[in-house]
Nanobody, 119 residues
Framework: QVQLVESGGGLVQPGGSLRLSCTPS????????MGWYRQAPGKQRELVASITNSGRTNYLDSVAGRFTIFRDNAKNTVYLQMHSLKPGDTAVYYCNALTITTGKREDYWGQGTQVTVSS
C-alpha cells in the first residue's frame, strides 16, 4: 500500500511563502508523475502542479510563476515551493502520486495539509 507523507502547511500572510513536501513510501520514480492538488471549501479539487518521472512540469495558470514543483532525488521527496501567496490560494493541499499501466490509472493521495493565507 502506497503512503504519501506530507508536511509544510500553515498560516501565512498575503505575499508570504511556504514549502510543502511529500515523501512516498516507495521511490518517487515508482510513479509516472507526482503532484499537488488543492481543494477549497465549496470548490472542486484542482491540480496545482505536477512533475513527471522525466522531469516535465505542469502548473495551474493561476499559480504559474509563483509556485515551483521540484524533487530532491537524494531525499526521495517532491516539494511545492509557493511564493507571493494570495488569499485565493487558501485550501487543503493534497499530494498525489500517479501510476499508469496498460489501460489502468491509479492515484494515491496524501492526507492533506491546510494552507491558509490571511492577514
Amino acid at each position: 500500500q502506497v503512503q504519501l507523507v506530507e508536511s509544510g502547511g500553515g498560516l501565512v500572510q498575503p505575499g508570504g511563502s511556504l514549502r510543502l513536501s511529500c515523501t512516498p513510501s516507495g521511490s518517487i520514480f515508482d510513479f509516472y508523475a507526482m503532484g499537488w492538488y488543492r481543494q477549497a471549501p465549496g470548490k472542486q479539487r484542482e491540480l496545482v502542479a505536477s512533475i513527471t518521472n522525466s522531469g516535465r512540469t505542469n502548473y495551474l495558470d493561476s499559480v504559474a510563476g509563483r509556485f515551483t514543483i521540484f524533487r530532491d532525488n537524494a531525499k526521495n521527496t517532491v516539494y511545492l515551493q509557493m511564493h507571493s501567496l494570495k488569499p485565493g490560494d487558501t485550501a487543503v493541499y493534497y499530494c498525489n502520486a500517479l501510476t499508469i499501466t496498460t489501460g489502468k490509472r491509479e492515484d494515491y493521495w496524501g492526507q492533506g495539509t491546510q494552507v491558509t493565507v490571511s492577514s
